[in-house]
């Protein structure tokens, strides 16, 4: 594996261009370039500093890459590996930071040369805000990223991702795609889509009496409509389990309150509250929560 020369950046949103900060602070002698199909958010990027360049081409901003990360949103990974698969210079790397895996990994083997490595990435890191201007080089520290590989990921590639993610601050699990998929639907996806029915089951009159219980609850609502479409129709079996899942602890508690079975109803509430500070605990202890 060459030497990180110059990492680009391919989506300059509230994660890319988190990316290139803390790329800045944290990799001296890195060049980054970025690039965003929006001709505003190239202006802003280059207005703010977030990157060392900014190109107006998608070609150009690859051409000289030995990383380039995607950061943009998961369905549009397809079409950009065929754009920049002619300029990649012979062993880049291919890496995003998207939430889905099966697929991404997929579209790579199929579209980019085996003299491109395309590895994985999730970095576990962001917020319901999006745009270059929100833009943090500290947004990835105490944070997990997980790095997927499949039977073809060159296993130099992999190491050298896996280094990248640590020395940005965060923690890295390696696991296969299907795995990440699978677990992510879960702990992430679906937490969303329960969010989004949460806040539409509210009437708008009434939700003007909501607490912050939930406004916490119903944060990640908020979430960027076109980013969480992709996600969703990316890994629409997983979630589909996931909701499945959800569907059934409704139903156990709905069945607990009807038939006014308070032993029941406080212990699944119980349950839940335990299972809860179990989880806070070793988020605390492996420092994901300060």
């Known amino acids: 594996m060459k030497k990180l020369r110059q990492i680009s950046v391919i989506g300059l949103g509230l994660l890319g261009s988190s990316v290139t900060l803390t790329i800045s602070r944290s990799l001296a002698g890195v060049k980054t370039v970025g690039y965003s199909h ?3 958010t190239r202006e802003k ?3 703010l ?58 579209w790579a083997e199929r579209t980019l040369s085996r003299k491109i490595y395309y590895v994985g990435s999730h970095p576990i890191a962001g917020s319901e805000k999006r745009g270059v201007e929100f833009g943090r080089d500290d947004l990835f520290a105490n944070s997990r990223c997980i790095v997927t590989k499949s039977g073809r990921t060159n296993a ?26 699978r677990i992510f639907g879960r702990v992430s996806h679906v937490p969303h889509v329960t969010a989004v029915a949460l806040v539409n089951a509210g009437d708008s009159e009434e939700l003007k009496y909501a607490g912050k219980g939930f406004i916490d609850t119903s944060r990640v609502a908020s979430g960027p409509a076109n980013v969480w479409t992709d996600i969703l129709m990316t890994n629409a079996e997983n979630i589909s389990r996931g909701i499945d899942a959800v569907i059934r602890e409704l139903n156990r508690i709905q069945r607990a309150v ?3 079975d308070a032993k029941a109803v406080e212990r699944i509430l119980s349950e839940a509250g335990a299972k809860r500070a179990a989880l806070i605990k070793y988020k605390v202890k492996n420092k994901e929560l300060l």
Do not use: Y
């Open 38 to 40: 929006r001709g505003v």
């Open 45 to 47: 990027a280059r207005q």
């Open 49 to 106: 500093g977030v990157v060392d360049e900014v190109c107006d081409d998608i070609e150009t901003c690859v051409r000289e890459a030995d990383m380039v990360i995607l950061a943009t949103p998961v369905c549009t990974f397809e079409g950009i590996f065929r754009e920049i698969a002619p300029a990649l210079p012979d062993g880049a790397i291919v890496t995003d930071v998207g939430s889905v895996k099966v697929l991404p990994h997929r």
């Open 156 to 181: 130099a590639a992999l190491g050298r991702v896996r280094r990248f993610w640590q020395d940005l601050g965060c923690s890295v699990n390696v696991m296969t795609p299907a795995e990440h998929d």
């Open 258 to 260: 009807l038939n006014k």
